[in-house]
């Protein structure tokens, strides 16, 4: 069986968990205190990063790659298209996720409200949270202006695109940290992807000291 080291609310855990799910790919989760940065975990990933899997018999870290691994490994259900241009599209919005709107967004208020306390580092900077309220609305009208366009974010089919922008999403949407009602046609996709069977163990997730919103697990919310 694969077992993952992971931190529950991370949205690079959650990318990773969605996939396996999808796949129909059995794994032991295994919480991770990266921050403590203990010989065992070192020796796993020199990066003190999560999330880190083992699987095939290999250790692999990155979330990025170990998503293409599992696709070019397990490719059925396809997650990433099979043109050039699609393959692309797919990328670049993960890239999105993972890069600009954890660094204005997930960076300003899941870490600064969750991971310091946590981690014992203190308390949130006022400064980041609030330029990471002003700049979610920005990405929540982008995803908004993709899904006016398209099905799903990507293009016509659910694919990883989708995954990476729900992880984050997810983990915010834990702490009251989506406005929901910005945008129904962001909301009903959310609902959409929310509601298949790959989500079920994230909305389970319990964080301690940490309760999430009454919607959260909420399938119809």
């Not at 962001?186 to 909305?203: C, E, H, Q, T």
């Amino acid at each position: 069986m694969a077992r993952l080291y992971h931190v529950p609310l991370s949205p690079f855990c959650r990318k990773v968990r969605l996939s396996l799910a999808e796949k129909r790919i059995e794994v032991e989760l295994v919480e991770e205190r990266y921050w403590e940065q203990e010989a065992d975990f070192l020796r796993r990933n020199p990066a003190a990063k999560v999330p880190v899997i083992r699987l095939d018999g290999k250790l692999m870290a990155e979330s990025a790659a170990i998503c293409e691994y599992l696709e070019e490994t397990r490719p059925d259900p396809s997650l990433i298209p099979s043109d050039p241009e699609g393959r692309y599209e797919v990328r670049r919005l993960v890239s999105w996720f993972d890069d600009k709107f954890h660094h204005e967004v997930t960076s300003k208020l899941l870490y600064e409200r969750v991971n310091k306390k946590v981690t014992g580092q203190g308390y949130p900077d006022s400064g980041n949270v609030k330029a990471g309220a002003r700049a979610i609305k920005y990405h929540l009208d982008y995803l908004a202006w993709l899904l006016d366009h398209r099905r799903w974010l990507a293009g016509d089919q659910m694919t990883l695109a989708d995954f990476a922008a729900a992880a984050h999403l997810s983990s915010l949407d834990y702490i009251s940290d989506v406005d929901w009602n910005r945008s129904a046609v962001v909301k009903d996709w959310y609902a959409k992807i929310k509601s298949r069977p790959a989500f079920r163990s994230i909305l389970a997730d319990q964080i301690p000291g940490f309760s999430p919103p009454a919607h959260y697990a909420d399938l119809d919310f």
